[in-house]
């Protein structure tokens, strides 16, 4: 009895030391698909497919029955393992309706609870590339069900913009109150551009028009005393509807002095994932932060952070002048790997505020396509874990998105609000130049914090009025007042441009009136009938290094309203390029304007001297040729 308990007890160990290796390859049918979860039923071991689609299980036990296979927009996969060590799989999509189209064809009017993808037969080049239009449902609780609308292009990579329902006209007696966040980013402009100057229209869920008005500078008069930036308006006709006004605001932030700066703790947190390896991703994004190093000064300081399957620390807290060093940990990166975005993300924050400079400017740049698919990769997540940082140690971000193909905007866009930042899109090196070398001091320095507007207009005068762009931007009305309201940031030298187009008061016009109310009547103020005034403009912002907001407010008149032929370049410049989104959006709002209107009213108004705005004409006559191709 005594040797065979022995035998038993010897035995055991030798059992349990009968492990093997799993290896295989996860395809769609056709493609293989990257980081796809691989787990061991009842085993601590798990695994992600690599970019081949390809996984290893190491130390597996002879005794494990099953294998799980696992990724969002997938069928999830329960798969026995019979023994095998080599296990391949195909992988469904998840309530896929598939649907025939030609190459030119546009998707319209989806279902906005249905995933479509588009079954392409080319004729074509293999470098003409369709774009087709797929909402979908973001699982993000936080945000409830927001839309996402995604493009595919050759039906592999995917591009991800966040569904924008186009504002409407307000009534002014039911809702005189508009409030809204500013908004400084212009990625959507450049984005715009990159699609233009590859012959293809942009997605209409591509084109945020505040995004595109603010990419370009005015001239608005410099800040008086302490102010950090001063606000003009001017009313005139809209060029597209010569029944309505057109209400233009102008927001100039103050200049600083580049002997003024306070020092800068800057985290580079660069994707370096298998995403990155195209020459306009991750050799144009190493080109553009040296553009940036090379504006820096010896009290800066830079740190460099990589995320792919996993994040670290490639160069520690370093003096800016010390370039040498600088340029050579950059020019190490290589790609590869699946994207540990949140992680990453995490692992910046962390490092900036180790080396955090009291006063000074400390900033994360994050520098991506923005496709997050391991670790803590939900826009939820990643959004609570910046703005945690951001309330505790005031800490900043910028974000610049790179590349084409699986470019996921609406994340990258959503962080950036979260964070106290900027975001912006670099296609080429001239926007690197313009984004760390022209405007450098606006994007790295800001000025005033939580900026917010409120407009309240005169019913006696606005019969209707609605905002043109911000969209993602709106804010309630009570929050104008909240200082725990998170808003928009102004940088130094940085001008927010916004506009309102208006239905004046005694229009016939039809709009989206509701009926008469049972309990209560509205009616008109002895101010609102006597003044004249138009509305009233109330703006917040903090200080810096503040938590108690500051207003002002401004009122304009009828007095205030000038002739078509005495507006300012300003004035019709930034309508101009509004008019412009609204074609490329086929606002309904645009009536019978055309791009030849566009391109009359911006060289009427352009600078000869600017080299963007110079470039906006090239753009409008490139998309006047491609609508038309569209619609042939």
């Known amino acids: 009895m005594k040797k065979l308990f022995l035998l038993f007890i010897l035995f055991v160990p030798f059992a349990l030391l009968a492990q093997k290796t799993i290896t295989g390859t996860v395809t769609d049918g056709v493609d293989p698909i990257k980081g ?44 026995r393992i019979n023994g095998r060590s080599v296990i391949n799989i195909e992988m469904d999509y998840a309530e896929i309706e598939l649907i025939e189209v030609d190459l030119i064809d546009i998707v319209e009017e989806v279902d906005a609870e249905e995933f479509i993808m588009a079954d392409i037969s080319y004729e074509e080049p293999a470098e003409e590339v369709a774009l087709f239009y797929m909402p979908t449902k973001s699982n993000d609780k936080r945000k409830g069900n927001k839309e996402t609308a ?79 930036f001063s606000v003009i308006t001017e009313i005139s006709d809209a060029p597209w509807n010569k029944d309505h006004k057109l209400i233009h605001i102008g927001i100039q932030g103050k200049k600083i002095d ?8 800057l985290v580079f947190l660069i994707d370096v994932s298998g995403s990155m390896s195209d020459q306009n991703k991750l050799p144009l994004l190493k080109e553009s932060l040296k553009m940036l190093v090379n504006g820096l000064s010896s009290k800066d300081k830079v740190s460099i952070v990589v995320y792919a399957g996993a994040a670290g620390v490639v160069l520690e807290s370093t003096p800016a002048n010390e370039t040498d060093k600088i340029f050579k940990a950059l020019d190490a990166l290589q790609s590869g790997g699946s994207t540990a975005g949140g992680a990453g993300i995490e692992l910046a924050y962390k490092i ?13 740049i994050l520098c991506t396509d923005g496709d997050f698919n391991v670790g803590t990769s939900s826009t939820g997540s990643l959004v609570d874990m910046i703005t945690e940082f951001r309330q505790k140690h005031d800490i900043y971000i910028t974000i610049c998105g790179f590349g084409m193909g699986n470019y996921k905007d609406d994340k990258m866009e959503e962080i950036s609000n979260a964070g106290n930042g900027n975001y912006f899109y670099i296609d080429n090196k001239s926007e690197a130049e313009k984004v760390f070398v022209k405007d450098l001091r606006a994007n790295m320095f800001t000025i005033a914090k939580d900026v917010k507007i409120q407009i309240e207009f005169n019913p006696a005068e606005v019969k209707a009025y609605r905002l043109i762009g911000y969209e993602n ?6 929050d104008f007042d909240d200082d725990k309201k998170d808003a928009g940031e102004i940088g130094a030298g940085h001008t927010v441009t916004a506009l309102y187009e208006i239905i004046p008061a005694g229009s016939d016009e039809k709009i989206n009136e509701t009926g008469d ?8 103020t002895n101010l609102a009938t006597s003044s004249n005034e138009i509305m009233t403009l109330k703006l917040r912002y903090k200080p810096i290094h503040s938590e108690k907001s ?24 930034s309508a101009s390029v509004a008019a412009f989104g609204m074609l490329l959006r086929d606002s309904k709002f645009i009536e019978n304007f055309s791009y030849d209107d566009v391109l009359e009213l911006a060289k009427n108004s352009y600078k000869k001297d600017d080299q963007y705005q110079k470039e906006f004409l090239t753009l409008v006559e490139k998309a006047k040729t491609l609508s038309g191709i569209k619609h042939e």
């Not at 500051?550 to 410049?573: A, C, G, M």
Request: proline fraction near 4%; hydrophobic fraction near 30%.
């Open 36 to 79: 796809v979860k691989v787990t061991v039923k009842g085993e601590n071991i798990s695994t992600l497919t690599d970019a081949n689609g390809k996984y290893t299980l190491k130390n597996v036990s002879e005794h494990a029955i099953l294998l799980v296979f696992e990724k969002e927009e997938f069928v999830t996969v329960n798969e």
């Open 150 to 228: 995604i493009y595919f292009d050759n039906g592999n990579n995917t591009e991800e913009y966040s569904n924008i329902v186009e504002n409407e006209y307000k009534e002014v007696v039911r809702e005189p109150l508009s409030t809204f966040s500013i908004d400084v980013d212009n990625a959507s402009y450049s984005n715009v551009r990159r699609f233009l100057n590859s012959n293809q229209m942009p997605p209409n869920d591509a084109v945020r028009i505040e995004e595109m008005i603010n990419y370009f500078d005015y001239d608005y008069p410099s800040p008086k005393g302490d102010q950090p």
């Open 258 to 265: 580049y002997e003024d700066l306070k020092p800068s703790n």
């Open 352 to 364: 900036c505020q180790k080396n955090l400079i009291q006063d000074g400017n400390n900033r994360v």
């Open 473 to 478: 931007r709106l804010l309630n009305n009570e």
């Open 517 to 524: 109310l049972k309990y209560q009547k509205t009616g008109l």
């Open 550 to 573: 500051i207003l002002i407010e401004q009122i304009i008149n009828k007095k205030d309203i000038v002739p078509s032929n005495k507006t300012s370049d300003n004035f019709r410049f």
